[in-house]
């Protein structure tokens, strides 16, 4: 049998009993590993972190945290070959892809290591400038930030297993607050081995930093009030941990990343074969490709002027033609695998549900793979579907199908294109390509209320523009609406999660020694 991978709680690996879920590559189908969290003491991981490893991380500083987080970044650095080994192996991706997980995550803890070294020697944080309350302006409100007395338990999506862990954890430890993680138990396998390597490190309390693979329940029960759970996954899941106790009634503060029809929108008068034509172009194919499309952020709805619906699908399918598909290991694969033959399935699906409102206007299924079998391997080429009537087609709007695939949307006129795109009913970015600055500014403002990020390109970013589908920890992630209602990142707005917001109402002097850093 395959090696069973050890949880890891209280600083130390705890095995699962049982025989355990088996991890797979999802090109050859062979057995990885497996986990198993069965007879885990939960009460006894959630009371180490919650009681010893909490206290112990809100002793020192946010400036000697943020040196906590350089550390392990440098860790994370050092084993960085051994995690794009597991990621080809149990997600099936090519070595490019890869990266956006593994140094994506690196990257982030890097930023959060910088900006948490600005914050010194504070323990708290001020909130805004301090508010008269009296006449003679000696009573006065000030309001403070103190890291919340609790754990933060992380429920992860498979797609990102290092970057879901990390962009989290950053904040999280950063703020002084003890980290749970589940993985999401298809791709547990780095998102274990990166916490294995910084525990063995012993650079953290003991307790400080925890995995637990395999099944979720009993997780949620374990939530006190001052615990904070983030979420990251399907709208389904997310639905069902709203309705959980813990959230009901004991008010745990919960973070929900889900699901999103994210568009990209190209602005009227743009013609065709212009420099912002072809960045759309070259971006649509970018998103459908990168992780196969299993990005939360990948471009699900393109909007192009309707005169330009032919020439669009034209270009994108071009550009399509050169993905070459099938086993990651081989140099002359572009796209790897979905991350399982599960997944394959659901995708499959997809394409059905929206078959009957869409045109396939280019289909890669049908291309020979490499160095896989097309009966074994989760691989699947891209297929750009188009609909020619956009206000009818509502399945284009609604149904995310996590993986390679994109809709072609044409529309009349920019209140047109804008409607549709609010179709998606809260997206976590829309990305908008244009030549006037003014254009730009105004559809950026108009979809800011429904998206999380707003991503404008012309053809001064031409070059340096990071992606509409790429997260950086400088900007918010998360969206409203179906995109789960959360907010991640965006720089040291991320602390706000794992903070509690109180105001301290006092004399001047006493506001004077609160000893607090501001707001950076
Ligand atoms: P999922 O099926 O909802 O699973 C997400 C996580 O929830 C997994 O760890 C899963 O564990 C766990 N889970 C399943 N049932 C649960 C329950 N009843 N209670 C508590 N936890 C439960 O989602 P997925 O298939 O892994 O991820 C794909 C989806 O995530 C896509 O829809 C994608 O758009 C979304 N996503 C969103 C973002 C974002 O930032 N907005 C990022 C990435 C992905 P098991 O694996 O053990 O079942």
């Known amino acids: 049998m395959t090696e069973?991978?050890?949880?890891i709680v209280a600083g130390r690996r705890v095995l699962g009993t049982g025989t355990g879920t088996v991890l797979r590559d999802p090109v050859t189908a062979a057995e990885?590993?497996?986990?198993?969290?069965?007879?885990?003491?939960?009460?006894s991981a959630f009371a180490q972190a919650r009681d010893v490893a909490g206290p112990a991380l809100r002793a020192v500083s946010y400036g000697q945290?943020?040196?906590?987080?350089?550390?392990?970044?440098?860790?994370?650095?050092?084993?960085?070959?051994?995690?794009?080994?597991?990621?080809?192996?149990?997600?099936?991706?090519?070595?490019?892809?890869?990266?956006?997980?593994?140094?994506?995550?690196i990257y982030t803890l890097s930023q959060y290591a910088k900006w948490g070294a600005a914050l010194g020697d504070a323990r708290a944080l001020l909130d805004g400038p301090r508010a008269s309350l009296a006449k003679d302006g000696v009573f006065a409100s000030q309001h403070v930030l103190q890291p919340t007395r609790g754990v933060a338990l992380f429920?992860?999506?498979?797609?990102?297993?290092?970057?879901?862990?990390?962009?989290?954890?950053?904040?999280?430890?950063l703020a002084g607050v003890p980290v749970i993680v589940k993985p999401a138990t298809a791709t547990a396998w780095l998102t274990q081995r990166m916490v294995a390597d910084v525990v063995d490190a012993r650079l953290l309390p003991e307790g400080a930093l925890s995995v637990i693979c395999g099944s979720s329940a009993g997780l949620l029960d374990r939530l006190q009030p001052f615990d904070v759970l983030s979420f990251t996954g399907s709208a389904e899941t997310a639905a069902l941990i709203r309705t959980h106790e813990a959230i009901a009634r004991r008010s745990v503060r919960v973070n929900i990343e889900a699901d999103s029809l994210n568009s990209a929108l190209l602005l009227p008068g743009e013609a065709a074969g212009s420099e912002t034509f072809e960045l759309l172009v070259r971006e649509v194919a970018r998103e459908m490709t990168a992780?196969?499309?299993?990005?939360?952020?990948?471009?699900?709805?393109?909007?192009?002027?309707?005169?330009?619906?032919?020439?669009t699908a034209q270009a994108i399918g071009a550009r399509l033609s050169g993905i070459t598909v099938g086993n990651p290991r081989n140099a002359a694969v572009k796209m790897g695998s979905?991350?399982?033959r599960e997944q394959f399935d659901h995708v499959l699906a997809g394409l059905e549900a929206l078959g009957a409102q869409t045109e396939r206007l280019f289909d890669g299924t049908r291309a020979p793979l490499i160095d896989a079998d097309p009966a074994v391997a989760a691989c699947l080429g891209p297929v750009l579907l188009g609909t020619r009537d956009a206000d009818a087609a509502a399945r284009v709007h609604?149904?995310?199908?996590?993986?390679?695939v994109s809709t072609l949307v044409p529309y009349r006129d920019l209140d047109h294109a804008l409607a549709l795109i609010r179709r998606g009913e809260g997206s976590l970015v829309a990305s908008l390509y244009g030549s006037d600055d003014a254009a730009l500014a105004t559809a950026a403002l108009a979809l800011a209320d429904t998206h999380g990020r707003v991503h404008a390109i012309s053809p001064a970013v031409a070059k340096t523009h990071t992606g509409h589908g790429n997260v950086m920890p400088q900007s918010?992630?998360?969206?409203?609406?179906?995109?789960?209602g959360g907010e991640e990142l965006g720089g040291l707005r991320a602390l706000n999660f794992y903070h509690r917001r109180a105001a301290v109402q006092a004399a001047a002097g006493v506001l004077d020694r609160l000893a607090a850093a501001p707001w950076a």
Do not use: M
């Not at 196969?292 to 330009?308: D, F, H, M, N, W």
């Not at 609604?398 to 390679?404: I, L, M, Q, R, Y």
């Open 4 to 7: 069973l991978l050890p949880n």
């Open 32 to 43: 990885l590993v497996r986990v198993s969290r069965e007879g885990l003491d939960l009460d």
């Open 65 to 105: 945290r943020a040196a906590l987080l350089g550390e392990i970044a440098k860790i994370l650095q050092a084993n960085r070959d051994a995690y794009f080994e597991i990621a080809t192996a149990n997600s099936g991706t090519v070595q490019a892809d890869s990266a956006i997980d593994i140094d994506g995550a």
């Open 155 to 173: 429920i992860n999506a498979f797609n990102f297993p290092a970057w879901g862990l990390w962009e989290k954890a950053a904040p999280a430890l």
């Open 291 to 311: 992780k196969s499309g299993q990005k939360c952020t990948a471009i699900r709805r393109v909007l192009v002027p309707e005169q330009l619906y032919n020439a």
């Open 338 to 340: 979905l991350v399982s």
């Open 398 to 404: 609604d149904t995310e199908v996590f993986g390679p």
């Open 476 to 484: 918010l992630h998360g969206g409203p609406g179906r995109a789960g």
